[in-house]
Nanobody, 121 residues
Framework: QVQLVESGGGLVQPGGSLTLSCAAS????????MAWYRQAPGKERELVAR???????NYADSVKDRFTISTDNAKNRVYLQMNNLKPEDTAVYYC???????????????WGQGTLVTVSS
């Protein structure tokens, strides 16, 4: 079974920082493009940041210059460093990855269960 497990969410004051982590586990050959999405109450899920296998990144305009996505490809982990957090960043953050499954050699689009980030004073 292939899965993504997020960690690092929590409550933080405006202007504070958090780092989210997502680890891929199971019968994995490797992960390709990895990304973070978020969904705020009453809103649709949106892309926050994405990083390709080659290291290219793209960010939502609302988080540029505040968030940084990175990977540790050897361990199939992706991180999201979030600085200068704002109340509007409050959401459930989801990890997403394209994963090559060892047993079948098929690519799967896998989602984590989500981790809640609350920005409030």
């Amino acid at each position: 079974q292939v899965q993504l497990v997020e960690s690092g969410g929590g409550l933080v004051q405006p202007g504070g920082s958090l780092t989210l982590s997502c680890a891929a586990s199971g019968s994995i050959v490797r992960a390709n493009t990895m990304a973070w999405y978020r969904q705020a109450p009453g809103k649709e899920r949106e892309l926050v940041a994405r990083i390709t296998d080659g290291g290219s990144t793209n960010y939502a305009d609302s988080v540029k210059d505040r968030f940084t996505i990175s990977t540790d490809n050897a361990k199939n982990r992706v991180y999201l460093q979030m600085n200068n957090l704002k109340p509007e960043d409050t959401a459930v953050y989801y990890c997403n990855a394209d994963i090559l499954v060892q047993d079948t050699l098929y690519w799967l689009d896998v989602w984590g269960q989500g981790t809640l980030v609350t920005v409030s004073s």
